[in-house]
């Protein structure tokens, strides 16, 4: 496999292939929203916050985004006249009020991970896991002590890989009503003290 290349930052010229590897890699949760696909991806592809993205690029590609939220922002800023220019004013804001389910309160001296996303062409080569080292680099460098994430349990790979980079459980929630819409009934909270 060619040398990986991971950075703070989007480029611009990115953002295209960023909505659509988030779209696609968080399609159980996205699209019973969003319904359209191109829609989708356009209002995430707008939403992008660049400074807030830990990238991987392979030969000039992008192939693997890690967001993260602060106190000032975080990845995906998905404002009402985005999805409202997109869908409609009606249609747009009962996206808006289903997005709200998936919200996540910034906490004081903690990073807050709001996704990571591997290309599915190179998943199994050791990407996520440097995108999650750079993430907890950056969180090192920034002055926070620690870094939290939430997994859903349809995704025990993703938490395996947390587990082995040192995150520790905190606290599970059911979501036994979410199962049929979104395909998962819980979520974990974990920590990593860096």
Not at 24 to 53: C, M, N, W
Not at 90 to 107: D, H, T, V
Not at 122 to 151: C, E, F, K, N, W
Request: cysteine-free; overall charge positive.
């Amino acid at each position: 496999m060619n040398d990986v290349t991971i950075k703070h930052g989007l480029a611009p010229e990115h953002r295209g292939k960023a909505a659509e590897l988030y779209y696609t890699a968080f399609y159980q949760k996205l699209h019973p929203i969003f319904r359209d696909e191109a829609r989708g991806q356009a209002v995430i592809e707008q939403s992008l916050q660049p400074e807030y993205a830990i990238v991987a690029m392979m030969n000039g590609t992008l192939v693997g985004i890690a967001g993260f939220k602060d106190s000032n922002g975080s990845l995906l800023d998905i404002q009402p006249k985005t999805v409202t220019d997109v869908y409609g004013f009606f249609s747009g804001w009962l996206r808006l009020l289903a997005l709200s389910i998936f919200s996540r309160e910034k906490q004081e001296n903690t990073l807050l991970m709001d996704g990571i996303v591997v290309d599915s062409q190179v998943r199994g080569h050791g990407i996520g896991s440097q995108l999650l080292d750079a993430m907890i680099a950056h969180a090192r460098t920034s002055g926070y002590p620690q870094v939290r994430l939430d997994v859903v349990d349809t995704n025990p790979r993703a938490r395996q890989l947390y587990e082995r980079k040192g995150f520790v459980p905190t606290k599970s929630a059911n979501y036994p009503y979410l199962k049929r819409i979104f395909g998962f009934s819980g979520a974990t909270t974990m920590l990593k003290t860096v």
